[in-house]
């Protein structure tokens, strides 16, 4: 199976590419995914979301998108940090795999990728954070040389009744 990342430009930010989009997180969403919504976001929120991203310019923010037989299979991206004190770093969101093409390293060859652009734009420290009970996401952020620096616990409320831990990770990316 081949895997095509690539950065997400404006000219990319297209209506189809953007349905498409919003499909995915949605599906995503309603299957249970901790992305970080409680209930499936709205197209318009989707929209908004991929152009503050692509508009913030390749040096402080990247999408990334995978694509299997020119299908959408997955998304992620990173953005520097707002805070003057911490613009050197940037921290990596919405890693996003269809389900469709799930444990077949799409999900290894976007965080490489990120990993790759964040590194080429001089970001110092990549930061990210996931629900305690994703599993798979710990494994993925391992395996990719993330490593662990705390975990807030019953910090993350998808209802009114669950509170489950946000594990925080990060990989240094300056030079040795
Ligand atoms: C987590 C997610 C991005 C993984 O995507 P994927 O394309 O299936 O992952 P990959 O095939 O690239 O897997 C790479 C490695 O991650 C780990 N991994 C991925 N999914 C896993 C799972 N369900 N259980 C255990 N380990 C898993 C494995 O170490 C895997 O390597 P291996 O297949 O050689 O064992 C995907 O399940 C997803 O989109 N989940 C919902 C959204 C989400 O939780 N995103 C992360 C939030 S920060």
Request: net charge negative; with cysteine.
């Amino acid at each position: 199976m081949a895997i095509r990342c690539h950065t997400v430009e404006n000219h990319h930010l297209t209506t189809d590419f953007t349905d498409q989009a919003a499909i995915l997180l949605q599906t995503l969403v309603a299957d249970g995914a901790a992305l970080g919504w409680t209930s499936p976001p709205s197209r318009a929120e989707v929209a908004d979301l991929l152009w503050e991203v692509v508009d913030d310019g390749p040096k402080d923010a990247r999408l990334v998108i995978a694509s299997v037989d020119d299908r959408l299979a997955g998304m992620g991206f990173w953005r520097r940090y707002l805070r003057p004190t911490y613009r050197p770093h940037a921290d990596l969101e919405k890693v996003a795999v269809s389900l469709d093409f799930r444990r077949r390293g799409v999900a290894r060859s976007l965080v490489e990728e990120l990993v790759l652009t964040a590194t080429d734009a001089g970001v110092e420290m990549l930061t990210l954070d996931f629900r305690g009970d994703n599993l798979g996401a710990e494994q993925l952020y391992l395996s990719c040389g993330f490593r662990e620096y705390g975990r807030l616990p019953h910090f993350v409320a998808p209802d009114d009744v669950h509170r489950l831990d946000r594990v925080l990770h990060v990989r240094d990316l300056r030079p040795a």
